[in-house]
């Protein structure tokens, strides 16, 4: 015993990955079954393996969760079939072979199938094998077959829209890069998985087709072996030759069978994730105390007429109404604990006196919504709104360099019900409807065909859109319509809103910690700045500056290092904002552009230029005529959704005295054109004008 343990312990048998050995064994030892006779007893060991591996797979495709937990199957699908193929040839060997010797020549295994079926009729038991051919080859696996054609098929057209679903996820803040890249993975797999499906389940049909073609050439074979070759009378070789027959074509085909019926629950299944198939099954088919109610009745009506079997139908009758009566009873329950008022709280004594308690301070953030979208905020039902808020809040904090306020969320009962509104520092700044139980399908841009549902603006960005029924989510991604949930257009909304007044949100509060951060990784520079030579006041100022024009402030290293070196000659707010932004041009080039060295902007034209060069004053643009004025406003907003069109980032390139008045003047009217100024470009990337503004002017 230790010499075989030690010979089991050796290295050479520890370091073999005999896991990834398993399936070329497997292919190696179907090749031998094809081509070595195999005796009697070992037939019998395979056709049990066989047997037993079917059922595996069938108990693993029922208590899967979703299809894509056993995205080998179609592999596996195509490896039992060849399992199933080699043992036909290998007893159909054994079968003409020595079939002539009894009933057992092909094993135990065979001859007791052949005899559980036939019994005693040979017509019985090739019409009872006729049966399981029809019912595995047109039924199940045409069925299954056609459904996983079907579900590659609409997979493969829903993945530009699932596409675009996770893109809006991750700009929302909603998932981060890991998730967004794991669910484009999963969207991949999912593909791969239905189309080898569709391609896999013409094996089980080729298998049922083999199997009736093998039956036919095994009973025709050994009737002619054993009538010309063994001498055996016509009445003897059809007992022999027709039991092996049948009972070999039926131990092959019940696995084949088993597999169909995997093939078939795994494409149909249609469930969430977390719930097997059968206790999908039970909740939604024994859910309904009316639908039992009315089986029950049903069938003590049938269970009364004469002739009927009275017992067994009025046995089920009784059944149902009970199952009918328990699930009615517990809707009852659910229904009165959810009414039950709750528990009034201690009754203190009113108080008519004004306190301090009376002055409620506003919010910096706040969101109030209707009551019907109560349930996206309500911690008790695990409200998927307020994971949204969180998510944004955090990734808010990872791209644009600090942590906004919380965002208070109440009910307002003054709002419609689907209404929600957005108030910074007690002000609305954005608001919007919002229904809860549908999907928002937002067109991108360029289609031109329609979904059914309620049309609408996407409340972020304004794009056009659709209010529809969760059902209709696959024909509308399939069309190109980005789909999203009822909790995403809300936060996707806040984020937006967020990001537009991200300036405002910053106090000094927020700029203190931000100080206090940085003291932790670099305290000599922060003691050496602010305070001392840059108050914390023109500090904010500085900071909200630069996020009220969409720069973002994580580099605060480089921001304090600058403001070190240009606080000894100016402490003006606007002037150290230019400061900063030079030395942070290279971010706010990548932030607008990308990381390509060409920047296409839009640039002044030279007589506009100089006009305005003269007619502006430091950092003032009320001296510019009016009429002129209006020509830039317009012809800005012109040019910019030309560059939108394009694809380009809208930006503007100025001179850097004309920078500050011109970003003023345009803000309205063009909201999303950035102005940059000539200081702001890196020394690395070149200048590509696309676009003149006040060439028409």
């Known amino acids: 015993m230790n010499g075989l343990a030690a010979a089991f312990n050796h290295p050479f048998i520890t ?42 797979v069938l108990m693993v495709a029922v208590y899967n969760k979703r299809p894509l937990d056993f995205a080998a199957f179609p592999t596996v699908l195509l490896l039992t079939t060849l399992l199933r193929l080699s043992l036909n040839v290998a007893s159909t060997r054994a079968v003409l072979a020595d079939g002539h010797t009894g009933p057992d020549a092909a094993g135990k295994v065979i001859e007791s ?87 896999a389940s013409k094996y089980v049909r080729g298998d049922a087709v083999a199997g009736i073609l093998i039956l036919f050439i095994n009973i025709i074979g050994g009737l002619a072996i054993g009538t010309l070759t063994h001498n055996l009378p016509l009445a003897q070789a059809v007992e022999t030759y027709v039991l092996l027959t049948i009972g070999d074509g039926l131990v092959a085909m019940i696995p084949g069978l088993v597999i169909s019926i995997a093939a078939g ?25 009316r639908a039992l109610g009315i089986t029950a009745a049903i069938l003590g009506i049938l269970g009364v007429i004469p002739g009927m079997p009275w017992f067994v139908f009025l046995l089920f009758a009784a059944a149902c109404a009970y199952a009918a009566w328990v699930l009615h009873q517990k809707a009852q329950r659910a229904i009165a604990a959810a009414q039950a008022p709750a528990p009034a709280p201690a009754q203190t004594a009113p108080s008519n006196e004004a306190s301090w308690d009376d002055i409620v301070p ?157 003291a932790k990784l670099a305290p000599k520079l922060t ?44 402490t003006d707010p606007h002037e150290l904002t230019a400061h900063v932004r030079a030395a942070l041009r290279a971010s706010i080039t990548q932030t607008l552009f990308g990381p390509t060295k060409e920047l296409s902007v839009i640039a002044l034209d030279p007589e506009l230029e100089r006009v305005l060069a003269g007619s502006v004053g430091q950092g003032d643009a009320a001296a510019v005529e009016p009429g002129l004025v209006d020509l830039i406003q317009r012809g800005a907003a012109a040019a910019s959704q030309r560059q939108e069109d394009m ?51």
């Open 15 to 56: 370091a073999v990955p005999w896991r990834q050995l398993a399936l070329p064994l497997l292919a190696f030892m179907v090749l031998v079954m094809m081509i070595i006779p195999l005796p009697p007893f070992l037939l019998d060991l395979l056709f049990t393996f066989n047997i037993a591996v079917s059922l595996i």
């Open 113 to 199: 199938f052949g005899h559980f079926v036939i019994g005693g009729s040979f017509a019985v038991g090739i019409i009872v094998f006729a049966i399981l051919v029809v019912i595995n080859f047109v039924v199940i696996t045409k069925g299954a077959g056609r459904i996983a054609e079907v579900a590659a098929r609409f997979t493969l057209d829903a993945m530009p829209g699932k596409q675009m679903a996770i893109d809006a996820d991750l700009n929302a803040g909603i998932i981060n890069d890991k998730e967004a890249k794991q669910r484009r993975a999963e969207i991949a797999q999912e593909a791969d998985f239905y189309g080898a499906m569709d391609g």
């Open 265 to 289: 629950l795994i494409v149909s299944r249609v469930g969430k994730d977390g719930e097997d198939l059968g206790g999908q099954m039970m909740r939604q088919v024994f859910s309904m105390p």
């Open 362 to 518: 506003v919010d910096q953030l706040g969101l109030e919504v209707g009551y019907r979208l109560i349930p996206l905020v309500d911690k008790a039902q695990d409200g998927e709104l307020l994971k949204r808020i969180k998510a944004i809040r955090k990734k808010f904090a990872q791209e644009i360099g600090f942590l906004p306020p919380p965002v208070h969320i109440r009910d307002n009962l003054e709002l419609k019900p689907s209404q929600y509104r957005v108030l910074l520092k007690g002000v609305v700044v954005g608001e919007g409807e919002a229904f809860n139980g549908m999907q928002l399908a937002i067109n991108p841009g360029g289609i031109t065909q329609t979904v059914p549902g309620t049309p609408t603006k996407d409340p972020a960005f304004g794009l056009p859109a659709v209010w529809i029924e969760p059902r209709t989510r696959d024909a509308a991604q399939v069309l190109g319509y980005t789909v999203v949930d009822c909790a995403t257009v809300v936060a996707t909304h806040v984020n937006h809103l967020i990001l537009s007044h991200a300036g405002q949100l910053l106090g000094r509060n927020e700029t203190q910690a931000l100080v206090d951060h940085l």
């Open 527 to 570: 003691d050496d700045v602010v305070p001392k030579l840059i108050p914390l006041s023109t500090l904010r100022r500085v900071l909200a500056n630069l996020l009220d024009e969409g720069v973002h402030i994580r580099d605060m290293r480089t921001i304090i290092e600058t403001l070190a070196d240009v606080a000894q000659r100016t």
């Open 647 to 697: 694809g380009l980032a809208p930006t503007l390139l100025v001179p850097d005295k004309l920078r500050v008045p011109l970003s003023r003047l345009l803000k309205r009217t063009a909201p999303r054109l950035r102005v940059l100024s000539h200081a702001e470009v890196p020394e690395t990337s070149t200048i590509r004008v696309s676009t003149v503004l006040g060439g028409a002017t």
